[in-house]
């Protein structure tokens, strides 16, 4: 990835733990590197197909002029996630912010924290049995689109399945949702969480049925197991009503652990159920 890079950006703001520190105000220093595509902007010398430099500094200088934090921390952590939704075109970024006039009784240069932030690719698994289940579905990737943290970039078409577990009910419809979005796997676990709750998700038999259903499968090539979270989704090779329709929207997208294609996770279970 291409990258614009700002250093030593002066900023003279109100941050900090003491009194004085936001009474008063300090100077600060912000580097950034810039992840973006560059190609078409320099190859067409076209600023409109960049980002621009210029802008980014007054808009961190104004940001970090009008707001106030007790820590460098939270002021970098805001820096960045505003600079991520102003600014469409980068995609990752690393922001550090020195502080040289810290209130620090001994000798020292500068105290600074640096941040990596940016946009992941995430694909989620939907479902729905209960009520209207297209409403339910289309509701659901409704509220990631209007979510300023996800940027939905497709959406597979809804299909019939029957049931999984063994719980008898009625069909489900199901999709796939392919999004970018700024949360970590934690945070958008709570988004999609605060989604079913708004459609009256109730969980009372496992594998049982569901006014929406929605799963995180893949985010990017992150490996992760808590008590709360797994990624990638720890079943999903062997769920043919997940892979189906994010075959349809992914089929080259990996398992950061199979190391298989949806679209070849997806034949071996046609294979397995068709065989004699």
């Known amino acids: ?15 900090g733990v003491y009194r004085e520190e936001n009474e008063k105000g300090q100077n600060f220093y912000v580097n950034a590197v810039l992840e973006t595509d560059t190609r078409r902007a320099g190859t067409l010398d076209d600023l409109g197909l960049s980002t621009n430099y210029g802008e980014v500094c007054a808009f961190v200088s104004s940001f970090l002029q009008e707001h106030t934090y007790r820590l460098i921390e939270t002021a970098a952590e805001r820096t960045a996630e505003a600079l991520l939704l102003r600014f469409p075109l980068i995609r990752r970024l690393t922001l550090e912010i020195r502080k040289p006039e810290a209130p620090i009784p001994l000798p020292f240069g500068s105290v600074s924290v640096k941040i990596v932030r940016g946009w992941r690719r995430a694909y ?6 209960m009520g209207d289940r297209r ?22 078409d809804w299909i019939e399945t029957t049931p999984y577990g063994g719980v008898e009910q009625d069909d489900f419809l199901n999709g796939a949702v392919m999004l970018d979005t700024i949360y970590t796997p934690e945070e958008l676990l709570e988004k999609l969480h605060e989604i079913e709750n708004d459609h009256q998700r109730e969980r009372k038999i496992h594998w049982g049925p569901r006014t929406l259903d929605l799963d995180l499968l ?59």
């Open 1 to 15: 990835m291409d990258q614009i890079i700002i250093e030593e950006l002066a900023v003279f703001a109100h941050h």
């Open 124 to 129: 989620l698994s939907c479902g729905s049995n």
């Open 135 to 156: 409403a339910h579905l289309d509701g659901a990737v409704e509220a990631l689109k209007a979510d300023d943290k996800c940027r939905v970039l497709r959406v597979s």
């Open 218 to 276: 893949l985010y990017e090539d992150c490996v992760m197991c808590t008590e709360e979270l797994a990624v990638p989704h720890m079943d999903m090779h062997n769920r043919a009503f997940v892979l189906k329709p994010l075959a349809q929207i992914a089929p080259y997208e990996r398992h950061p652990l199979l190391g298989k294609s949806v679209l070849q996770m997806y034949e071996e279970i046609e294979a397995s159920t068709s065989s004699p």
